[in-house]
C-alpha cells in the first residue's frame, strides 16, 4: 500500500490509526505489530495510558518506510 514516508498509503494509514490503534500498521501488512500496538492500548487504556501508544501508532503507520528490494 505505501510507497515511503509522506506517500498517500501512510498518510491513510496515520488516519485508520488514529481511529484504532494499529490498523494502519494492518493496512500496511505488519501484522505482528498491529497486534502488540492494538492489545497495548486496549491494555493501557484501563488505566488512561492508552494515549501514549495510540499516538506511538499513529506515527509509526505515518514514517513507515518499507525496505528497498533491489532485483538484478
Given at each position: 500500500?505505501?510507497?515511503?514516508?509522506?506517500?498517500a498509503g501512510n498518510v491513510i494509514a496515520a488516519?485508520?490509526?488514529?481511529?484504532?490503534?494499529?490498523?494502519?500498521?494492518?493496512?500496511?501488512?505488519?501484522?505482528?505489530?498491529?497486534?502488540?500496538?492494538?492489545?497495548?492500548?486496549?491494555?493501557?487504556?484501563?488505566?488512561?495510558?492508552?494515549?501514549?501508544?495510540?499516538?506511538?501508532?499513529?506515527?509509526?503507520?505515518?514514517?513507515?518506510?518499507?525496505?528497498?528490494?533491489?532485483?538484478?
Open positions: 500500500m505505501s510507497n515511503g514516508q509522506g506517500s488516519l485508520a490509526s488514529f481511529f484504532v490503534p494499529g490498523l494502519g500498521q494492518l493496512l500496511q501488512g505488519r501484522f505482528l505489530i498491529a497486534l502488540v500496538q492494538f492489545v497495548l492500548a486496549a491494555v493501557l487504556w484501563l488505566i488512561f495510558l492508552g494515549w501514549i501508544i495510540h499516538l506511538w501508532s499513529i506515527l509509526d503507520a505515518a514514517l513507515f518506510d518499507p525496505p528497498r528490494r533491489y532485483y538484478a
